[in-house]
């Protein structure tokens, strides 16, 4: 596939996510809050059900040759980090870089002013310090381009179809809760 042809099926993956984000209040402040205090589970319901659609549709189209994984060298240090970064800007601002694009669609100035900062700063701090943490912390733990799968030497369908059928165990759980 060329990279044209991807881009453009990005976007409109992006826009279709985008906005079943926003049809499913994911993008709403109060909706994140709840979820965040565990009153309200519309936001985890969403995620596992793009969780579990997303593994099933990208493992379909490996099985049938249309794509390839590309899996990155991961370490604990990025981990660590990356959650640090992530989780002091979704702390400060309720949230994530993905609900905050949905609320900016939505014209909430909180998302558009404070998430896009908050986005800026978040990418800012990471460029200038990278040169620092690169043969550092993001070092630090290593473990390689290694998957689950390959990590347990069993095929992927052997790990795919029992968390589908957890996610879905548990999205049925969070309905009758």
Known sequence: MNTNKQRVWGLLFGVA??????KGGATQY????????????????????????????????KSKGWIRFHPKKGSVGKNVLGG??????????????????????????????GG?????????????????????????????DISLPQLLKVKDWVLVIPIFFMIVLILFWIEHI
């Open 30 to 61: 109060d909706i994140i809050l709840g979820q965040l205090l565990l009153k309200d589970f519309t936001v985890l319901k969403i995620m596992l059900s793009a969780v579990a659609t997303g593994m099933i549709g990208l493992h379909v189209m």
């Open 116 to 144: 896009l900062l908050g986005i800026f700063i978040g990418a800012g701090i990471f460029a200038a310090y990278y040169p620092k943490w690169k043969d550092g912390i993001l070092k630090k733990g290593e473990y390689g």
């Open 84 to 113: 640090l970064l992530f989780g002091v800007g979704f702390a400060l601002l309720g949230y994530c870089p993905g609900t905050i694009a949905g609320a900016i669609g939505n014209g909430y100035l909180d998302a558009a002013l």
């Open 17 to 22: 996510f985008g906005f079943l984000l926003q």
